[in-house]
């Protein structure tokens, strides 16, 4: 039989309330890379076996990759989207200039490498667009790669034709 004060039991149920706090998302981590020479921010991405440095500055909108303009290194719609995707995301289509040199692998390679590139520059440049650019996959390295050719296949998991006779 319990001989505790239900006035004192009512205090201590009344102070083991809890209180609701209001989560803020963790920034994005990242580093500014800056080139000190001409003051452009720096980014760069791999997909595939594609590699692309880029460079960002404010100005007026234009995209030249490997000194052509996106247009005509990409004639594929959907590579010209996968370039574009970070700036539409981030908010500065029309207000940075980017310059890419890209190197190894075919289009859809080159166009991730791009895209991730300008993702980390733009993250480089206004760390306030982190989470837009990290919620649409921009900073997400994509880990897929060819399968390499083993011995005793025809490719990485071809066989021999299997022949009953």
Known sequence: MSTADPQTEDTAVATTTTETVEATPAPVEHVVKTDP??????????????????????????????DRELSEYFPHEQDQNAVMAPIRDSGYEGKIDV???????????????????????????????????????????????????????????RGTQFSKR
């Open 99 to 157: 310059r890419i040199l890209v190197t190894g692998g075919g289009p859809t390679g080159q166009s991730g490498a791009c895209r991730m590139g300008l993702g980390r520059a733009l993250l480089s440049m206004d760390a306030g667009v982190g989470h837009q650019l990290k919620d649409n996959g921009h900073l997400t390295r994509d880990s897929r790669m060819k399968e390499r050719k083993k011995y005793g296949l025809h490719g990485a998991r």
């Open 37 to 66: 020479k001409t003051g452009e921010h720096l980014g760069t991405g791999r997909r595939k076996s594609g590699v692309a440095r880029v460079r960002v500055k404010a100005g007026s909108g234009k995209i030249t990759i490997n």
